[in-house]
């Protein structure tokens, strides 16, 4: 059982920045995704165990970076030129680096982003 911490989140000007942290109680690949009110948790980021390889959803790409120390457990979610759209609960997950809900095993309870125009 791995269990995951997120922090970070919190209240931006769009086209500012925020960094997440997801702390992992063990190893793992980890995944993030997001769940704005009235829509489906959607995958937006992930890093493999050994951080060889990332993935993003095209909707971040060029604006966020997945990455992480595992001296520390940890996996970062830089988020830059954030938009209104990026407002929501931002979770991450893990057992899996890939983009669906189903693949993952473990999660976090969430932390708030919200942008504001």
Same mark, same amino acid.
């Given at each position: 059982?791995? /269990?995951?911490?997120?922090?970070?989140?919190?209240l931006?000007?769009?086209?500012?920045?925020?960094?997440?942290?997801?702390?992992?109680?063990?190893?793992?690949?980890?995944? +993030?995704?997001?769940?704005?009110?009235?829509?489906?948790?959607?995958?937006?980021?992930?890093?493999? +165990?050994?951080?060889?390889?990332?993935?993003?959803?095209?909707?971040?790409?060029?604006?966020?970076?997945?990455?992480?120390d595992?001296?520390?457990?940890?996996?970062?979610?830089?988020?830059?030129?954030?938009?209104?759209?990026?407002?929501?609960?931002?979770?991450?997950?893990?057992?899996? +680096?890939?983009?669906?809900?189903?693949?993952?095993?473990? +999660?976090?309870?969430?932390? /708030?982003?919200?942008?504001?125009?």
């Amino acid at each position: 059982q791995v /269990q995951l911490v997120e922090s970070g989140g919190g209240l931006v000007q769009a086209g500012g920045s925020l960094r997440l942290s997801c702390a992992a109680s063990g190893r793992t690949s980890v995944g +993030w995704f997001r769940q704005a009110p009235g829509k489906e948790r959607e995958f937006v980021a992930s890093i493999t +165990w050994l951080g060889t390889n990332t993935y993003y959803a095209d909707s971040v790409k060029g604006r966020f970076t997945i990455s992480r120390d595992n001296a520390k457990n940890t996996v970062y979610l830089q988020m830059n030129s954030l938009k209104p759209e990026d407002t929501a609960v931002y979770y991450c997950a893990g057992g899996s +680096w890939g983009t669906s809900l189903d693949e993952y095993k473990y +999660w976090g309870q969430g932390t /708030q982003v919200t942008v504001s125009s």
